[in-house]
């Protein structure tokens, strides 16, 4: 079947410059006012206030880490290590050998695991589960907004 017109590429074929002007017109990001986003406080700037109109000044603000509740916890397997190498002297009869967490950097403890000696923990929070399981073996947990 028979083209009423050419398509433009065939049109222009051995041409140079396909319609675009001097050689270098149609190279690389001159004629279209930069790659990407650039000139968007420029000669883009109409262009951007009518399409994205959030594109400037600040929303919002980022809370400081000091602000935000990190959470660090520890399991009970992980306490037992560290009793065990701190050498917490647990064969006294009267009195359960005392760790307070606070002073080993954790703030919560957690249900995995199992002690092996009882313990006086004092932590911020505990699972219900990691505080049974210490009361289990004669142990106590005291969080320290309680105490």
Request: glycine letters at 14%; proline letters at 3%.
């Amino acid at each position: 079947m028979a083209l009423r017109f050419d398509k433009k590429v065939r049109k222009y074929r051995g041409g140079r410059t396909y319609g675009y002007g001097r050689v270098g017109q149609h190279r690389k990001s001159g004629m279209k006012g930069g790659k990407g986003f650039a000139g968007m406080k420029k000669h883009g700037k109409s262009w951007i206030l009518a399409h994205m109109p959030d594109y400037f000044g600040k929303r919002g603000f980022k809370a400081p880490s000091t602000m935000t509740g990190r959470v660090k916890p520890i399991t009970l397997r992980e306490l037992d290590y560290l009793v065990k190498r701190l050498g917490v002297d647990s064969n006294s009869k009267t009195k359960l050998p005392t760790i307070n967490l606070k002073d080993h950097g954790y703030n919560k403890l957690l249900s995995t695991g199992y002690l092996s000696t009882p313990l006086e923990v004092i932590v911020e929070k505990a699972t219900a589960k990691a505080i049974s399981k210490v009361e289990a073996i004669g142990g106590k947990v005291v969080l320290a907004g309680e105490s």
